[in-house]
């Protein structure tokens, strides 16, 4: 009988309503209470985004969509889960539920697509804080990143597809829109401490760009936390006035590190960037979000499938070392992933 799998979804977190915005925006910060200035300017975002952000039900609907693409794969009985790393859900509610359904081995999968210490290395430490105060606690297994995902690049360029043809632009020669890929940005340290997060942003630019033909394409970064630290730039705002400067006539954002409509694409970008568009006097528009496409969660299944696999792979070993009396012990990859575009970074 195959075993129950679990797939275990993980996210930043969002309130649900402004009553939850400070106690939110306080843990985000460790449990310091934020100054009343940024925490009435991030009351005001939410408010200008309609009161709320839909990250949690996208999350909920791109876990359960996950878990059955895995079934129809041949993966047995997959159970879908979701863990937020800084509301409810949290990432021990998830570990709980799943230890009380049975799940003995789960795969998870940061929602978004690039690797680094400072965000999804994070998310593992949590995971495994969670499964030492778990009794019957599952063993989790991370997508290290999937930022070079085949079929995620090919999603992605068909939504920059789809945006030039908005605007009417085109994607090469003469007047060729100019398309800028953003990711959450980090602490201007991490470039230091040889993290791959930034490389693997033009990776995976590079990929959609020369599916999509794209002559004209840059990368920036986004949502920058408030903390007095260098942070890893240039930052889109910066990045579009250049565009505009250098002569580009219409702008694309490509928000590649995000995968889901949340606070960060439809403040940051959706209010912001198409002001300054405005502003600029350039045509503007952002690739549509991926949220539970049919495609997209098809590319986040390859990725989890082969992980599951690996994993699996790693495990027989294991026994067979265990079992041949050598004393050798399969060792697993170490789990870490790309950072979750957070709400409101801190």
């Excluded at 009794?135 to 068909?158: C, I, N, R, T, Y």
């Amino acid at each position: 009988m195959m075993e129950r799998l679990g797939v275990l979804v993980l996210a930043y977190g969002t309130p649900s309503h402004e009553d939850e915005i400070e106690p939110y925006y306080r843990d985000i910060r460790g449990g310091q209470a934020p100054p009343p200035e940024l925490l009435e300017e991030l009351k005001a975002r939410y408010r200008a985004i309609g009161g709320r952000s839909p990250l949690t039900e996208i999350t909920e609907r791109q876990a359960r969509a996950l878990a059955q693409a895995l079934a129809r794969r041949g993966l047995g009985e997959v159970r879908p889960y979701v863990g937020m790393k800084h509301w409810h859900p949290r990432i021990e509610e998830a570990v709980r539920a799943m230890a009380a359904d049975g799940v003995r081995r789960a795969i998870g999968v940061v929602m978004a697509p690039q690797y680094s210490r400072r965000s999804v290395g994070e998310y593992a430490e949590r995971i495994e804080e969670a499964r030492r105060r778990v009794a019957g606690a599952p063993e989790v297994e991370l997508v290290p990143s999937w930022h070079d995902e085949p079929a995620f690049l090919d999603v992605l360029a068909a939504r920059v597809r789809g945006a030039l043809a908005r605007l009417g632009a085109p994607a090469d020669g003469p007047g060729a829109a100019s398309v800028i890929f953003t990711a959450h940005s980090l602490p201007a340290a991490v470039a230091a401490e040889g993290d791959p997060y930034p490389a693997q942003l033009e990776e995976m630019a590079r990929g959609v760009a020369a599916r999509a033909v794209l002559s004209r394409w840059s990368t920036a970064y986004q949502s920058a936390g408030r903390r007095a630290v260098p942070w890893l730039g240039p930052d889109v705002l910066e990045r579009m006035r250049e565009e505009a400067a250098a002569g580009a006539r219409a702008i694309i954002i490509c928000p590649a590190g995000f995968v889901a409509d949340h606070l960060e694409v439809l403040y940051d970008i959706d209010v912001e960037c198409a002001q300054l568009a405005r502003e600029l006097g350039v045509a503007f528009a952002r690739t549509a979000s991926l949220n539970d496409d049919p495609a997209f969660i098809e590319a986040l299944a390859d990725a989890v499938q082969r992980r599951a696999r690996a994993a699996g792979a790693a495990g027989a070993a294991g026994a067979a070392a265990s079992a041949g009396g050598d004393g050798r012990g399969a060792e697993g990859e170490a789990g870490a992933g790309p950072g979750a575009g957070g709400e409101a970074g801190a």
